[in-house]
Nanobody, 114 residues
């Protein structure tokens, strides 16, 4: 399974950005899709997740500003990010779980300037 993330770039504080991540390869059944991020000098952290049944999960830091959506028919996950803050600056990674195996995308950089 290969993951291709896109949509990163530079944005001013208060702006929006939409990330996409498409999975390809031997995909038979994906259980969940999620986005993580890693800021310089910090650990990778969960940003949002969505299960096949549609259940979502967000940390308080992005709740109300970020929205994850998963298209399991197209094996694609999106992350709509609104009201961006400088502290949202990070490399964003998508992750999928396919029949119990975990796959990571290559990461896409989002830079939020004040």
């Amino acid at each position: 399974v290969q993951l291709q993330a896109s949509g990163g770039g530079s944005v001013q504080a208060g702006g929006s950005r939409r990330l996409s991540c498409s999975a390809s390869g031997s995909i038979f059944y994906m259980n969940a899709m999620s986005w993580y991020r890693q800021a310089p000098g910090k650990q990778r952290e969960l940003v949002a997740s969505v299960t096949r049944s549609g259940s979502t999960n967000y940390p308080n830091s992005v709740k109300g500003r970020f929205t994850i959506s998963g298209d399991y028919a197209k094996n694609t996950v999106y992350l709509q990010m609104n009201s961006l803050k400088p502290e949202d600056t990070a490399v964003y990674f998508c992750k999928v779980i396919e029949r119990g195996s975990v796959y990571w995308g290559q990461g896409t950089l989002v830079t939020v300037s004040s």
